[in-house]
């Protein structure tokens, strides 16, 4: 038997623990007051009522009149929220079948809901009319070549046809100038000098070549490596030498000294220049130590200690200037 409580109740904000809603099997139609809270066994859903209606806590979509729009119809199950939405699929007046060929092009027409009511084939022209200055000729592009033929520095440009291949000649004259876009869907072949200007974008799979002061057979490649994101490579803004790899590579040199008997130690660097910088330090305490060095030759500095450092004890660092 349930304890009958005529008065709120306060928590003062502190946690209802491991309590369960009123269980029912049918939502409660008389004594209605808005916020009571049940939850139906038969539909499994947790509700409150509203002061209307019993609405699913899960969310009012059920009690929602969901409206179809065109090409939809759908159906409201209010008791458990089931919602069914079923795009109109009639048969439109479009003939099933495949549209285009060779020597035709498809043509549909399209309603506001995107429905497809009319479709078609329209014939490719495959012959042009050429207007001359007093005559007029077809040419059938199936069989015929095109040529047009002009004066003393005027272009000449020919359409020849060979099986189902068909290539474009243009003969220029010495000075030619294109005022707007030019787009080239295959190869360009240009023999001669070209000026490029305000150039965006060069892509490249077989890097930039140049020939190089002297025109000979020898040729020197700039070539990106395989790419896994994109990068950029910024030249700064001086003039100089772009330094190798192996330039950059060829500055240092390091190795470790001491066998604990020794004082005077030969460090043969290879680095071909006096011009070094050298820098000990020991490598149990990492702190920089300081002893007599001689730059012997531009391969060999010699260093020498007051006392014989133990085993491998000093590193040597050697970096060229120049």
């Known amino acids: ?6 008065t709120d109740i306060n928590l003062n904000k502190n946690e209802l623990q491991n309590a369960v809603i009123q269980k029912v099997g049918t939502d409660p139609s008389s004594g209605l007051t808005a916020g009571w809270l049940i939850y139906n066994t038969a539909s499994n859903q947790l509700k409150v009522y509203d002061g209307s209606d019993w609405a699913n806590v899960g969310g009012d979509i059920t009690r929602v009149n969901i409206t179809a729009g065109t090409g939809l119809s759908g159906t409201l199950d209010t008791q458990s929220g089931a919602h069914t ?3 109109d699929l009639a048969n439109t007046a479009v003939t099933a079948g495949s549209y285009g060929s060779a020597t035709a ?3 549909f027409t399209v309603d506001a809901q995107g429905r497809l009511t009319a479709a078609g084939t329209v014939s490719i022209t495959t012959s042009l009319t050429i207007d001359g200055d007093s005559t007029t000729q077809d040419v059938s592009l199936a069989d015929d070549d095109l040529k047009i033929v002009g004066t003393t520095n005027e272009i000449e440009t020919a359409v020849t046809k060979s099986g189902t291949d068909v290539s474009l000649t243009i003969g220029l004259p010495d000075d030619v100038t294109i005022g707007n876009d030019l787009t080239v869907l295959g190869d360009l072949q240009v023999t001669g000098t070209t000026t490029t200007n305000n150039v ?3 892509s490249t799979s077989n890097g930039i ?9 020898h040729e020197g490649t700039l070539l990106a490596g395989a790419l896994t994101a994109d990068v950029t490579y910024t030249l700064p803004d001086k003039t100089g030498t772009v330094a190798m790899t192996s330039d950059i590579t060829d500055r240092f040199y390091s190795t470790s000294i001491g066998d604990g008997t020794a004082t005077s130690y030969t460090v043969t660097h290879n680095l071909g220049s006096q011009d070094v910088i050298v ?5 149990s305490s990492l702190d920089t130590v300081f ?14 200690f ?3 450092p133990t085993s491998n004890d000093i590193r040597v660092l050697v970096t060229k200037i120049a």
């Open 306 to 308: 007051a006392a014989a």
């Open 209 to 217: 070549i140049f020939e190089g002061t002297v025109a000979d057979a």
């Open 279 to 283: 820098q000990l330090y020991d490598t």
């Open 105 to 107: 092009i498809p043509t």
């Open 291 to 304: 002893a007599d060095v001689v730059r012997t030759s531009t391969s060999v500095v010699t260093i020498d």
């Open 200 to 202: 965006e974008t060069v």
């Open 85 to 87: 939405q079923t795009i």
């Open 1 to 6: 038997m349930a304890l009958s409580y005529l």
